[in-house]
């Protein structure tokens, strides 16, 4: 199964006489507009905009801002060369990702990234980093003793720091970097997500606290970066690992890729797919205590699959119901919860007329929990990604990863890594929530629990 394996549905294309104007949703106040909604309540704000139509009006500050509601248009909006990588999203991630990585790159600059990315990422490449996803995946649970109370947050984001680390950078990147990383991108994508719902512009420049731990958290994630890349200059080794890849990068004039990309390039790499990642394994482990039913199912998958042995890599693509689980983890509870576009020109889409230049935003959260797409859509139901159920899917409903020319070029990587590590706690742990434990979800530019804190408990 896999989560693009879902029938198709194409949206139809009216004459230009009848293209309408999305209306406005309501509720906008004067300044801010619907700011203050998706900064108080931004999940159910989202989850209700389909009510209103396919594609709605919003007022952000002083700009309007389209939001496109259903499957079918948001993969349109994915798929068409008419929008790009921008928006209200990208322009407040700048600060962290840069304008020269392969994450807001666009046209040739964003077809020559990817092409210096990709083999790293080839579904072939992926059994070379087998090892270490095992030995990652296995030092986590060998730190936990049974009975100790676990920091899903800490734990979470040290093994996925430490396997992004180890597989494409290759560097000897241990607990503190990781805990640094940790605990900067919370701060970071906490405050990039107040920057895009209310753009006050100069105000975040002002030195209120909350700005300079901002700025603090910030500059300590690009000091960590320049570190990463500084050692392996002075080191002089060229292991086959994507940082060598970029080290050795031509442009498109066959001269070597400045510095300013190549550091934007690690940026993306190891941030994002860190948070992202990092999020998935928290609500996993969420997952796994409020449904025993399906963390004993799991262990007794692992047990039929490896007859009692350590899991490893070679187990994964036979762990059936393990990897539905993390797929209807991701569909509940995904980690990347809204993008945005922009229109490159005057362009349609679902027969409203969509102005050059205008901002187009949408959320996989709504989408992916759409009563309209799932039956009994928020309930957890692994079992849902059967292939003879999957079909019943729209086509757009899931798609964790996206689609198009920028589909996430490591969605093998990171489904290969979410199994293992939620395979390799389960054979050994089952989990429950212990006094002080808040698995409310917290809104950033990414979604994950508050504080959650797990017993980890023998089976």
């Given amino acids: 199964m896999t989560v693009e394996s879902v029938q198709p549905a194409t949206p139809a294309t009216p004459e230009t006489s009848e293209l309408r104007e999305p209306p406005l949703a309501g509720g906008a106040l004067p300044v801010l507009g619907h700011g203050l909604k998706l900064v108080r309540d931004p999940l159910a704000f989202m989850s209700g905009l389909r009510e209103h139509g396919e594609i709605v009006r919003l007022k952000l500050g002083p700009k309007t801002v389209y939001a496109v509601t259903t499957p079918a248009l948001t993969g349109a909006l994915a798929l068409s060369p008419d929008f790009s990588i921008d928006g209200p999203l990208w322009e407040s991630l700048e600060g962290l990702l840069g304008k020269e990585g392969v994450a807001t790159a666009n046209g040739p600059r964003h077809r020559r990234q990817r092409r210096t990315i990709q083999p790293a990422f080839r579904l072939d490449a ?71 719902v209310i753009p006050l512009g100069p105000l975040y420049r002002l030195p209120f606290p909350a700005n300079r731990e901002f700025n603090r958290a910030l500059a300590d994630l690009h000091l960590l970066v320049d570190e990463i890349v500084a050692e392996r200059r002075a080191s002089g080794q060229k292991p086959d690992d994507l940082l060598t890849a970029l080290l050795e990068a031509k442009d498109d004039n066959g001269d070597p890729i400045g510095e300013q990309e190549i550091h934007d390039q690690v940026v993306a790499i190891l941030t994002p797919g ?145 199994s293992l590590i939620t395979a390799a706690i389960s054979a050994k742990y089952r989990f429950e929530q212990v006094s002080g434990s808040n698995d409310a979800t917290r809104v950033g530019i990414t979604l994950r629990p508050h504080d959650l804190l797990l017993r980890a408990m023998p089976w």
């Fill in 126 to 196: 992926i059994p070379g980093y087998g090892p270490v996803m095992e030995e990652e995946a296995h030092a986590l649970t060998d730190r936990w003793k049974p009975g100790e109370t676990i920091d899903c947050t800490s734990e979470s984001f040290r093994v996925a720091v430490r396997i992004a680390a180890r597989c494409l950078l290759r560097g000897d990147y241990m607990d503190e970097r990781a805990e640094r990383l940790s605990t900067d991108l919370a701060t970071v994508f906490r405050g990039m997500y107040r920057r895009m």
């Fill in 274 to 418: 860190s948070e992202t990642v990092a999020s998935t394994i928290m609500w996993l482990l969420q997952v796994l205590a409020e449904h025993p039913e399906h963390a004993e199912k799991v262990r007794t998958e692992i047990e039929s699959v490896t007859g009692g042995r350590p899991v490893g890599f070679e187990h994964v693509r036979s762990l059936t119901h393990t990897n539905n689980v993390v797929v209807e983890a991701m569909r509940l509870r995904p980690a990347v919860w809204i993008l945005t576009r922009r229109a490159v020109s005057d362009t349609v889409l679902g027969g409203y007329r969509i102005p050059a230049g205008a901002d187009i935003v949408y959320s996989p959260y709504a989408i992916q929990r759409d009563g309209r797409s799932y039956a009994r859509h928020l309930d957890f139901d692994p079992d849902r990604w059967l292939p003879e159920r999957s079909k019943e899917v729209p086509k757009y409903a899931m798609s964790p990863f996206s689609v198009g020319n920028r589909k996430c070029p490591s969605d093998h990587f990171s489904m290969t890594q979410l």
